[in-house]
């Protein structure tokens, strides 16, 4: 009796770091800031059984798009730092402070690994006149209409991207957010809107099936899967920004729960099946951990939080 009593005293002393050695001893919450069906919910649902292997338990993923992605990270944020309720994380991580949806900073995350990093394209339907930048400027200058572009919700990276872009080309951009990136390219297909931003997993059966066309790219680099489509530096534009995917938690989880996920990640990206998935969809995979994953962060929020504030402000005026 003693001795369970012994036992007990000092496990009740310990710190809760090292009972984080033993984690996860319960089910995941993933709350996902978009709708299902869209880039954001069919890569966790790729994901989840290599991670569910690798951690050993059931991650209940849950949708929450309301707010382009402002509920879902809130609720992300506001939850203990235990590990336990996680976040898709991306762009909309800055774009949501930036535009002032939200009382959080970018900060107030830990980013745990990042999985996947696209460019952002300029998608429109096929169009002769459309074909470049250039092309595209000149059409609408000549026009005097504005373009029409289509996103996701007005939190959403793409809301931001697509004004970005109206700036660098100097033409008129009329912003149309939508619930999500698939409710954005059904409207293009049916001629409600002249283009949509998107990532280039979205729409690539579409490029690849000749209804759709990209007139342009926001990477750094022209994209593996689409090597003709020109980038915005080639054209002459001061603009190369990309959209990635990872998990975040609320800041201040133990160094046990990283290491779980970054190896829980690491698996699942070599599954066969996720695998499958990324050469089908077009998902490009680029892991990312540690220090080069949070110099990464820094240096994409140095770009989207200037940005979405101009935003805001224009829409202020």
Same mark, same amino acid.
């Given at each position: 009796?003693?001795?369970? !009593?012994?036992?007990?005293?000092?496990?009740?002393?310990?710190?809760?770091?090292?009972?984080?050695? +033993?984690?996860? =001893?319960?089910?995941?919450?993933?709350?996902?800031?978009?709708?299902?069906?869209?880039?954001?919910?069919?890569?966790?649902?790729?994901?989840?059984?290599?991670?569910?292997?690798?951690?050993?338990?059931?991650?209940?993923?849950?949708?929450?798009?309301? #707010?382009? #992605?402002? !509920?879902?990270?809130?609720?992300?944020?506001?939850?203990? &730092? +235990?590990?336990?309720?996680?976040?898709?994380?991306?762009?909309?991580?800055?774009?949501?402070? *930036?535009?002032?949806?939200?009382?959080?900073?970018?900060?107030?995350?830990?980013?745990?690994?990042?999985?996947?990093?696209?460019?952002?394209?300029?998608?429109?339907?096929?169009?002769?006149?459309?074909?470049?930048?250039?092309?595209?400027?000149?059409?609408?200058?000549?026009?005097?209409?504005?373009?029409?572009?289509?996103?996701? #919700?007005?939190?959403?990276?793409?809301?931001?991207?697509?004004?970005?872009?109206?700036?660098?080309?100097?033409?008129?951009?009329?912003?149309?957010?939508?619930?999500?990136?698939? &409710?954005?390219?059904?409207?293009?297909?049916? @001629?409600?809107?002249?283009?949509?931003?998107?990532?280039?997993?979205?729409?690539?059966?579409?490029?690849?099936?000749?209804?759709?066309?990209?007139?342009?790219?926001? #990477?750094?680099?022209?994209?593996?899967?689409?090597?003709?489509?020109?980038?915005?530096?080639?054209? *002459?534009?001061?603009?190369?920004?990309?959209?990635?995917?990872?998990?975040?938690?609320?800041?201040?989880? @133990?160094?046990?729960?990283?290491?779980?996920?970054?190896?829980?990640?690491?698996?699942?990206?070599?599954?066969?099946?996720?695998?499958?998935?990324?050469?089908?969809?077009?998902?490009?995979?680029?892991?990312?951990?540690?220090?080069?994953?949070?110099?990464?962060? =820094?240096?994409?929020?140095?770009?989207?939080?200037?940005?979405?504030?101009?935003?805001?402000?224009?829409?202020?005026?």
């Amino acid at each position: 009796m003693k001795k369970t !009593l012994s036992v007990l005293v000092m496990a009740t002393a310990l710190p809760a770091a090292a009972w984080a050695a +033993d984690y996860p =001893t319960k089910n995941l919450d993933m709350i996902i800031p978009a709708s299902p069906g869209g880039a954001a919910d069919t890569l966790m649902r790729a994901l989840q059984p290599g991670l569910e292997s690798s951690l050993g338990r059931t991650i209940v993923v849950r949708n929450m798009g309301a #707010g382009g #992605g402002a !509920l879902a990270l809130t609720r992300t944020v506001t939850a203990k &730092p +235990d590990g336990y309720t996680l976040t898709l994380a991306n762009n909309q991580n800055f774009t949501l402070e *930036g535009l002032g949806n939200v009382d959080f900073k970018y900060q107030d995350f830990d980013y745990l690994a990042r999985i996947t990093e696209e460019p952002y394209l300029l998608v429109s339907n096929k169009n002769d006149q459309w074909q470049d930048a250039s092309a595209l400027v000149a059409d609408l200058k000549q026009s005097g209409k504005p373009l029409q572009v289509g996103t996701s #919700g007005v939190g959403s990276s793409t809301y931001v991207v697509a004004s970005m872009l109206g700036s660098q080309l100097g033409i008129p951009v009329q912003v149309v957010p939508f619930d999500g990136g698939s &409710p954005a390219i059904s409207a293009l297909m049916g @001629s409600h809107v002249d283009a949509v931003v998107v990532n280039p997993s979205e729409v690539l059966s579409q490029i690849r099936g000749d209804r759709l066309q990209a007139v342009l790219s926001t #990477g750094s680099e022209r994209s593996d899967l689409l090597p003709d489509v020109k980038t915005m530096k080639e054209q *002459g534009y001061d603009l190369a920004v990309s959209q990635w995917r990872g998990i975040a938690t609320p800041a201040g989880v @133990s160094d046990d729960v990283e290491k779980a996920w970054v190896a829980a990640v690491k698996k699942a990206v070599e599954a066969p099946e996720f695998k499958r998935f990324a050469e089908s969809t077009g998902v490009e995979v680029k892991p990312l951990f540690g220090e080069d994953l949070d110099t990464y962060v =820094t240096d994409m929020a140095e770009v989207m939080i200037p940005a979405s504030q101009k935003v805001a402000e224009n829409n202020n005026q």
